[in-house]
């Protein structure tokens, strides 16, 4: 006799934040398909497990939410979320809801690539935890990832290349949100994952990467706020920036043009290059307030000029095409795995890296 399916409390919720839904709208839609009147108050019963869902009423929490049923019966993950979304500058804007449907966002990103990398048997990755000393600096972090994956000192071309070279998963993600670049998370036992917003300008995203590198690597167990975000801001300058490399750049001369000529080199914003002369010496305080004036003046604190080449995300597509083409695995078969249904597969994991790019990065290799 076939074991009867139930689905979990803890996964309906889940499911639904990651959707950004709303319990009144999930009653909406499965009202839509039962044709009959389900209640707010029943989906709130059930993800208190005050009631127990199966049969037809499972169905129609798997169509609302968009998960196949065995998901929804399967255990939430507990791994928690990573310090970066813990302690992000945004939080308070972003507000409760959309920090949840992030938070689960991660979950599922990690649950939906873990198996296809373990089918592929690709798992390793070249990420260390350094947690920071008390005799030791952020920057310091910075130039020794950078030595350990053979970086040199000048500009990084591609962000996200390196850190998949370095073995993380990078995935673009509408977040749903303006409020917020990027967030990671390094569960316990698996591999890095990065989540990047499609929405995100790529001189933005790309210093997001960096600084979200900086908690993942520094900040495994969350701290002082305020602490914890400027040690990943520092980490991300020394990072993306190098000061000495960058240092006599910036001592020729700041200002709005030079800031722009340097832009598409460091693949940083010109708010961010202008920090980093700071940073430097080879601004003074004085001297920075008056160019951060300028810039808001243009209009640049919003939208700055100079046209930039995306950057991509390509490792998970590289290995759903190895599991298709070599292994003969089918979309059907492979969207039961991660837990999705086919046409949503298909939509996230099987589009070139071109539909996903982050848009405005750095040119390559420009030097």
């Known amino acids: 006799m076939a074991e009867l399916l139930v689905a979990d409390p803890g996964m309906l ?16 839609a499965m009202s839509k398909h039962l044709g009959m009147t389900v209640s707010q108050a029943y989906v ?59 938070h689960n966002q991660l979950k599922f990103g990690r649950r939906q690539t873990a198996p296809l990398l373990a ?11 350094h947690e920071l000393a008390e005799d030791e600096s952020p920057e310091e972090i910075a130039q020794l990832v950078r030595r350990e994956w053979s970086l040199g000192d000048g500009p990084i071309p591609d962000v996200v290349a390196v850190l998949e070279g370095a ?5 673009i993600r509408d977040l749903g949100t303006r409020e917020l670049d990027a967030v990671s998370a390094w569960p316990s036992e698996g591999i890095p994952l990065f989540l990047v917003n499609v929405a995100a300008s790529t001189d ?46 910036l001592r020729q001369g700041v200002d709005v043009n030079r800031l722009m000529q340097l832009k598409p080199r460091w693949g940083t914003s010109m708010a961010a290059l202008a920090r980093r002369a700071l940073d430097v010496n080879a601004l003074s305080d004085w001297q920075y307030r008056n160019l951060a004036v300028e810039l808001s003046m243009l209009g640049y604190k919003t939208r700055e000029p100079v046209s930039l080449e995306p950057e991509s995300a390509s490792m998970i597509f590289d290995v759903v095409q190895v599991l298709v083409r070599d292994r003969g695995a089918t979309v059907e078969e492979l969207a039961a795995t991660v837990g999705l249904f086919p046409d949503e597969f298909q939509q996230l994991y099987l589009a070139p890296p071109s539909h996903g790019r982050l848009r405005g990065a750095a ?5």
């Open 13 to 28: 919720i889940q499911a639904r934040e990651s959707r950004g839904l709303r319990q009144n709208e999930v009653a909406q």
């Open 119 to 129: 089918a592929a048997g690709d798992q390793q990755h070249r990420f260390r935890r």
């Open 363 to 367: 040119r390559r290799g420009e030097r």
């Open 167 to 171: 073995g993380a998963v990078v995935l």
């Open 44 to 102: 709130s019963k059930a993800e208190a497990g005050r009631v127990s869902v199966s049969g037809e009423r499972l169905e129609a929490f798997s169509t609302a939410l968009g998960y196949p049923v065995a998901v929804l019966c399967d255990a939430p993950d507990e791994e928690g979320v990573g310090v970066g979304l813990i302690h992000h500058r945004k939080r308070a804007s972003l507000g409760a809801p959309a920090l949840r449907r992030i």
């Open 204 to 249: 933005r995203a790309r210093f997001s990467l960096a600084h979200e590198l900086g908690h993942v690597i520094m900040h495994h167990v969350p701290g002082g706020t305020t602490a914890q975000e400027k040690q990943a801001d520092m980490f991300a300058s020394e990072f993306l920036m190098p000061a000495r490399s960058i240092r006599e750049q």
